[in-house]
């Protein structure tokens, strides 16, 4: 119990760090610290693929572009629709584009992993990678319904209007921020839950060993299946993010690049923990930004990042932090110990 | 009554007959003892019951019903528990949550009830504490419960591993070669450990090349070589019977 | 039918498919030997075609010159890279995996290398081989029948190397069973660099001989090796002989498919079809 009440402070005092970073930075700073947010819960969800499941998909990008095509298709209104060229002008609120979003997601993640979850290792990635590919070719190629390479523009801001209060409308980075931090912490606290579930402890216990874990009546394929989707429908939530606040959406977002981004996040932040992704969030969109680097130098480092990183430190660099700090108060509390046993 | 039937089982790979027309009968309440040289298809045996393998020809039955089509995780739904002969456990989880993942099937709560930490959540999470202790205390790791599996010394991962199947409660357990790479204080360990498996009514199925722990546990044994049942009865039958000895003596028997 | 526009699709086709078999073949030598996958190995192809087309276009460098350059330079990256970036985490556990994401990593490094040195324009270039004859209504581009002649005298090369000489036999031990391999005396460290080195001269040819087909740019790695990923999943891990019959037969489906059902998703066939294999028939169509 006690364990559990430390484990909640660290993460309200978390979240009031997070919630107190915009305030007084300039908007340049502030969109990058959103835009942080919302890429922290893609590399979340692709999380769960790679460190919970421990398996690999290629086509984690897929999800993220439908969640925000979903949204930018059905939320486009007549004067936008004229901008767009795009003959849809539904007009969708919030409250309706949230959860058609997150059902696309759904849907395509539980269709495309029923289909590839037969496959194991590299060939698993390889059938996602083909059904995003081919998602993408549709996107560009179906030009009257998608906008093809110029995307859906025009996506009006986000609002909410909920019976007897204001409308809240969520136009500038810095109102968005708090918007993306609340998802945020909800991805983070149904993560946490989901892991101490019986469904988590399955979902580990497969990833650890999974001929044995068959052998204890965990049925791999259900588990993996259903992990898979709940993985698509949060990077479903996080296009949905980026859509509304970027207010465009092109096939990028559902582009190799956002795969080459999901993995450089997980794998250099570190797997299977709620911290590391959210860590290489920030590695990924600050450390170039820090350094003043330069657009096109940016993957190049990360590239370069992602090797050294596999070579040296293969946990990533969160877990390896955890360690270190870990060696570092065993050796204190053994030294103190020592110390005790001399004053006596 | 017979809980376990083989009927005429075989595996065959390529030319190989790993198993070959093998009829088995387990009766509830039996520890039955599966001996063999090396290579003459207990193993395989052992895969074909539990689904890991699926027969040639032949078939399983478990209590009337075939289940020689069905995949590990549904026959161990239906209360067959296994362990490996080769170290098999959840090496980067703790001594406790490996525990705790045999109690996969004794337990039903939610991703809902979790994250709403219902009370039911509360109970079922304090249930299942309580057990994996109760167990560890039984074969004497509580104090290492939070150590990592990968961490104990191999006589202790074996028996940790046949404490996962007990926290399936599981009616037949299948257990391959428990006590290999054991010392004398180990191997007593297991035995004491599947003395009370068996008086828990637990029936049980043993691999094993350590004769001591045949011959003391065992009220029957059955005996492969080149994957065909050649001798079955009690441990006196056996040991006097001309086809084992020869069969014995004539391969890489390791006497224990 | 109009047969003309039938013919032009399938020496199209073909040709194409002479390319996708060049670079597949250097992914099935590393496959077979190290049974790992080198992602960078579209990248390779895209330095081999971007030193070649700057060199003659922007440097106006001799063909020949030019094709040398490209080729050393491409077998110091090979090599570099099996060293720095494979080897360290080759052997471990998981490596498969691990050397897939190294080499992912190594692939964003190199086509964002490219962008800084040539940036993102594409780079045209044209050869003394650069014409079309008309035969018959057929339009014959020069630069395929280059691709084709020499392309095919490439494979038909390699396959006699691969089973004549000493060490394309030792190549071959290698990839069967490394840990007897390593009895016989065979030294692997020696046997990878050359794989490597020899992989990346494949993927650099075939970079070479579509420079003057395709324009070259520094992202197109990725497009490539997923037509490479789709012959050798189709053909089978590790079969040569049966990424060189996939790779002819993905360019002439592609194109036949772009000719008579759509153009749009001529590239979309060959996803398909990797999938339906990779599903019913995981092992691939041809045997090792
Ligand atoms: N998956 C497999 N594919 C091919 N052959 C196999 C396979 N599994 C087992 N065999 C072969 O079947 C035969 C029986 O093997 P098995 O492992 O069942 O023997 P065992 O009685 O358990 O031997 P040991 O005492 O060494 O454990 C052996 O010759 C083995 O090589
Ligand atoms: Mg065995």
Redesign the pocket.
């Known amino acids: 119990m006690k364990k559990y009440n430390k484990h909640l402070m660290t993460y309200i005092v978390l979240t009031a760090i997070a919630a107190a970073l915009p305030l007084g930075r300039d908007v340049y700073v502030q969109h990058l610290l959103t835009l942080t947010l919302i890429l922290a819960i893609y590399a979340l969800s692709y999380n769960i693929i790679v460190g919970y499941m421990g398996l690999f998909s290629f086509g984690h990008q897929a999800f993220f572009g439908l969640g925000g095509y979903t949204i930018g298709l059905l939320s486009l209104g007549e004067a936008s629709a004229g901008r767009s060229a795009l003959p849809l002008s539904l007009a969708w609120p919030v409250w309706a584009t949230l959860p058609a979003s997150l059902l696309v997601c759904a849907i395509a993640g539980y269709v495309i992993g029923y289909v590839s979850l037969q496959m194991r290792g590299v060939y698993l990635g390889l059938v996602t990678l083909g059904f995003a590919m081919l998602i993408w070719m549709a996107t560009i190629n179906e030009r009257h319904f998608t906008g093809g390479v110029s995307g859906v523009r025009g996506i009006p801001p986000f609002e909410l209007t909920l019976p007897g209060l204001p409308t809240l409308e969520l136009s500038s980075p810095f109102s968005f921020y708090y918007f993306a931090l609340v998802l945020l912490v909800f991805t983070i606290y149904f993560i946490s839950r989901l892991t101490k579930s019986r469904f988590g402890r399955a979902l580990v216990a497969l990833r650890e060993n999974e001929e044995r874990a068959s052998a204890l009546g965990v049925d791999a394929f259900k588990y993996y299946l259903m992990a898979f989707t709940i993985a698509a429908t949060l990077a479903g939530l996080a296009g949905f993010a980026y859509s509304y606040y970027l207010r465009y959406i092109t096939p990028t977002a559902l582009g190799i690049t956002f795969l080459w981004s999901a993995v450089i996040m997980v794998i250099i932040g570190g797997t299977g923990t709620l911290l590391g992704p959210v860590i290489g969030a920030f590695i990924f969109v600050f450390v170039p930004e820090v350094f003043r680097i330069a657009e096109e130098l940016r993957l190049l480092l990360f590239g370069a990042a992602l090797v050294v990183v596999i070579i040296f430190l293969p946990q990533g660099i969160y877990p390896s932090l955890v360690s270190l700090w870990d060696r570092f108060i065993l050796r204190r509390q053994e030294r103190k110990g020592i110390e005790g046993e001399i004053s006596k | 009554m017979v809980i376990l039937e083989a009927k005429r089982l075989s595996?065959h790979?390529?030319g190989?007959r790993?198993?070959d027309k093998v009829d088995i009968g387990i009766d509830q309440g039996d520890i039955y003892g599966l001996i063999?040289?090396?290579?003459?298809?207990?193993?395989?045996?052992?895969?074909l019951v539990t689904g890991f393998?699926p027969p040639t020809t032949g078939q399983v039955l478990y209590k009337g019903e075939v289940i020689s089509k069905l995949k590990p995780h549904q026959i161990s739904q239906r209360g067959i528990a296994r362990t490996f002969?080769q170290n098999s456990l959840f090496p980067h989880l703790t001594i406790k949550e490996n525990i705790i993942a045999g109690r996969h099937l004794k337990t039903s709560g939610s991703i809902a009830g979790s994250f709403f930490n219902t009370i039911s959540y509360k109970e079922e999470q304090k249930g299942l504490e309580q057990k994996a202790m109760e167990l560890l205390t039984f074969i004497g790791l509580e104090e290492r419960a939070d150590v990592l599996a990968k961490n104990l010394p191999h006589g202790e991962q074996r028996i940790l591993e046949i404490a996962i199947t007990l926290a399936e409660e599981p009616q037949l357990i299948l257990l391959?070669?428990p006590a290999t790479g054991m010392n004398a204080i180990e191997t007593a360990k297991v035995i004491n450990l599947i003395q009370s498996i068996r008086e828990m009514g637990t029936s049980v199925i043993i691999?094993e090349?350590h004769m001591q722990v045949i011959m003391g546990m065992c009220n029957r044994i059955g005996v492969?070589s080149s994957?065909v049942k050649i001798a079955e009865g009690t441990p006196e039958d056996v040991s006097k019977n001309k086809e084992v000895i020869a069969a014995y003596l004539g391969s890489g028997w390791k006497h224990a | 039918m109009d047969w003309a526009l039938f013919a032009q699709q399938v020496f199209y086709g073909l040709s194409n498919g002479m390319a996708y078999a060049l670079f597949a073949i250097g992914l099935v030598v590393i496959f077979g030997i190290l049974g790992i996958i080198n992602v960078a190995h579209g990248e390779f192809y895209m330095m081999g075609a971007m030193i070649f087309s700057w060199l003659v276009a922007i440097q106006g460098v001799n063909l020949v010159v030019a094709a040398v350059i490209a080729l050393a330079v491409g077998v110091i990256i090979g090599i570099l890279s099996n060293r720095l970036v494979v080897q360290p985490i080759y052997g471990k556990p998981s490596f498969v995996l691990a050397t897939f994401l190294a080499t992912l990593g190594l692939s964003i490094f190199l086509a964002n290398l490219a962008t800084v040195v040539w940036g993102a324009f594409p780079i045209n270039v044209t050869t003394p081989f650069s014409l079309v004859v008309r035969p018959g209504g057929i339009a014959i581009a020069g630069d395929r029948i280059v691709l084709f002649v020499i392309g095919g005298a490439v494979l038909w090369l390699l396959m006699q190397w691969m089973s004549k000489s000493l060490l394309g036999k030792q190549l071959q031990a290698a990839a069967q069973d490394a840990v007897s391999a390593r009895l016989v005396g065979i030294n692997l460290m020696r046997v990878y660099a050359i794989g490597f080195g020899l992989a990346s001269v494949l993927a650099v040819v075939s970079g070479i001989l579509m420079a003057p087909i395709w324009t070259s740019n520094p992202y197109m790695g990725p497009l490539v090796i997923l037509k490479g990923f789709i012959v050798t999943i189709v053909a089978g891990m590790g079969n040569f002989r049966g990424a060189i019959i996939v790779g002819l037969l993905l360019g002439l489906v592609e194109a036949i498919f772009g000719q008579y059902v759509a153009v749009q998703y001529r590239e979309a066939v060959g996803y398909g079809v990797m999938i339906l294999v990779l599903l019913f028939k995981p092992e691939g169509l041809f045997r090792r």
């Open positions: 595996k790979f390529g190989l790993a198993v063999g040289p090396n290579g003459s298809g207990k193993t395989t045996f052992f895969n393998l002969q391959d070669e691999v090349h492969l994957g």
